[in-house]
């Protein structure tokens, strides 16, 4: 009997079954449907529009923050196998120093910035992670470690800047009872993501990958992040520029 199910588990059915049912099971979310009449409730008082905003937001702020931990994990990892630090000149800590430095440089600079993050925010989300995922797939490519710490630099400072405008039009749009909730639950939700990715690309019950490789699939990630930011930005654009066309056509037609 022990043999005959040690065989049947090793036949494509039974592996086939398991990925259908935990394809269900993360696909089945049955309050979301509910999510947007709850929010825009009369003792929420929160708007439909203001409802990524709020969503769009928090969907960045959760992808991205999962990447960015999962990232600051195994840097290391990776820069010790660029250059073993037992036969090499290594500058492991200055790096990480210098990348939290610039990252408060970024964050700060936001607040002079006068643009429109409104219209132009998501596409700020897109193109700057982009560029993480540029700075990912060059410490893939790359065997020179200090190509490697200057993408780790790009990709902090990046991630920084943006995490700040995230917060930042989070908290618009929410009083400050509700603070803790949404950015307790956008961390929340960014955890779950990090131990699935942490799951099937790092653990040995998973894809078990090699350092370098796991570089490649956050870069990839964060390609994925980009461009369904880009994608969502260039419709906010045009559907922008079409209301305002509408309303300068209603204006002159009066």
């Not at 939290?100 to 992670?129: C, H, M, P, Q």
């Not at 009083?175 to 990715?197: D, H, K, P």
Request: net charge neutral; with cysteine.
């Amino acid at each position: 009997m022990g043999c005959w199910k040690q065989e049947n588990s090793n036949t494509w059915t039974f592996p086939t079954l398991i990925l259908c049912l935990y394809g269900f099971f993360y696909m089945m979310k049955p309050s979301e449907p509910f999510l947007a009449p709850y929010l825009t409730g009369p003792d929420k008082n929160l708007t439909a529009d203001q409802v990524w905003k709020l969503l769009y937001w928090s969907l960045w702020w959760a992808l991205a923050t999962a990447g960015f931990y999962q990232v600051l994990n195994y840097i290391q990892v990776l820069w010790d196998f660029q250059a073993p630090s037992h036969s090499s000149a290594v500058y492991n800590g200055a790096v990480e120093a210098l990348a939290t430095f610039l990252g408060s440089i970024t964050s700060i600079a936001v607040g002079y910035v006068k643009v429109n993050w409104d219209l132009s925010g998501e596409l700020a989300l897109g193109i700057f992670s982009a560029m993480d995922a540029g700075s990912l797939f060059l410490m893939y490519f790359t065997g020179n470690i200090w190509a490697c710490y200057a993408g780790y630099l790009a990709f902090k400072a990046c991630y920084m800047l943006l995490i700040t405008i995230a917060t930042f039009q989070i908290a618009v749009n929410l009083s400050m009872e509700r603070y803790a909730l949404m950015f307790g639950f956008n961390n929340f939700v960014a955890l779950v993501i990090q131990t699935i990715l942490t799951v099937v690309v790092v653990d040995s019950r998973g894809l078990g990958l090699d350092i370098s490789t796991q570089f490649l699939i956050y870069g990839s990630y964060f390609a994925v992040i980009a461009g369904i930011f880009l994608i969502r930005s260039t419709y906010t654009i045009i559907s922008n520029k079409r209301s305002n066309t509408r309303a300068a056509g209603e204006s002159t037609g009066r």
